[in-house]
């Protein structure tokens, strides 16, 4: 059983949960994640890693209401069953920081993908690498942390879809129209979104690093739902990433694996075509 110092409501449908968990803390690397359990039967839960804080041991997680599962997590106020991590790989973007001096970097977050480029952010920030952050979200309400990625950042642009805050428009229309040269762009959120900001950054000549784990389901290399091709290689989030470069990512299939995935009927074709996903767990 592990405390909950916090669960608490960010917005109509995004909560923050703060978890006592000392080793977790002490080990974690930006771009992890851990596995969540609420109670003993529930669903295993993949989320990204907001936060850590080393000495306290406790570890900070965004998550959204979306199903069944991420319902039943609000209801919890004292104990998590089980929390497993850190998983996955740590985030490219560090892996490569000895070269990143006097480098700049953008990071382009959609909805609560602003969580996850948080902890990568203040990485690089306190190692005296510039970031800046474009950040997309539906309304002004829908938008989190807003002032915690403006003590982090040096420059902040905030879209909105409808215009009730920031500049009316998606990232990509910012990143189109950016006049600052970048060394890097760190992309998270929906699949979709990031399909289009590693396009729009090609055309620009910018590198451009994702996240995968928003197809990310068991989050244990034994569902087979990340499953996902990479510079024409099978690889999945969970184990081998969750973070890969973007121009080698085939979006177009991990869109369409992850709508099928929805459905029964969906899984049931895939595991026609795949078999048991040995290849996944062949990781473990």
């Known amino acids: 059983m592990y405390k909950v110092l916090k669960n608490e409501k960010l917005n109509d ?29 529930s669903e ?13 041991g406790s ?7 979306v199903g069944a599962s991420t319902l039943e997590l609000t209801k919890v106020k004292d104990n998590l ?31 609560v993908g602003v969580a996850p480029v948080i902890p990568q952010m203040k990485y ?22 807003e002032n915690e990625v403006k003590d982090i950042a040096d420059e902040v642009i905030i879209t909105t879809d409808d215009g009730s805050y920031g500049i009316k ?31 729009e950054a090609m055309s620009k000549g910018l590198k451009t690093i994702v996240s995968m784990n928003p197809i990310m389901v068991d989050g244990s290399g034994m569902c ?3 499953r996902v091709m990479v510079d024409g290689k099978v690889k999945f989030a969970c184990v081998d990433g969750p973070e890969f470069f973007g ?24 595991k026609s075509l795949e078999g048991e996903h040995k290849g996944c767990k062949g990781h473990e």
């Open 169 to 199: 428009g998606f990232v990509t229309d910012v990143l189109k129209d950016i006049s600052k040269r970048y060394d890097y762009c760190v992309a998270i959120g929906p699949v979709v979104m990031m399909k289009h900001v590693v396009m």
């Open 59 to 65: 570890i900070k997680l965004v998550y959204q209401v």
């Open 224 to 226: 087979g739902a990340c």
């Open 247 to 270: 121009e080698e990512v085939d979006f177009d299939m991990a869109i369409r694996r992850m709508n099928l995935y929805k459905t029964e009927e969906g899984r049931a074709y895939l």
């Open 124 to 145: 690089l920030k306190d190692k005296g690498i510039s970031v800046d952050l474009i950040y997309g979200a539906k309304n002004k309400s829908s938008i989190i942390l």
């Open 13 to 41: 449908s995004v909560y923050l949960l703060e978890i006592e968990c000392l080793e977790i803390a002490r080990e974690s690397i930006p771009g992890q994640f851990v596995i969540v359990m609420a109670y003993e039967d």
């Open 81 to 111: 069953y089980a929390v497993l991590g850190p998983l996955g790989n740590r985030a490219l973007i560090i892996e490569n920081e000895a070269n990143l001096k006097e480098s700049m970097v953008l990071f382009v977050a959609g909805g």
């Open 44 to 56: 295993r839960i993949p989320l990204t890693i907001y936060d850590y804080d080393k000495k306290s």
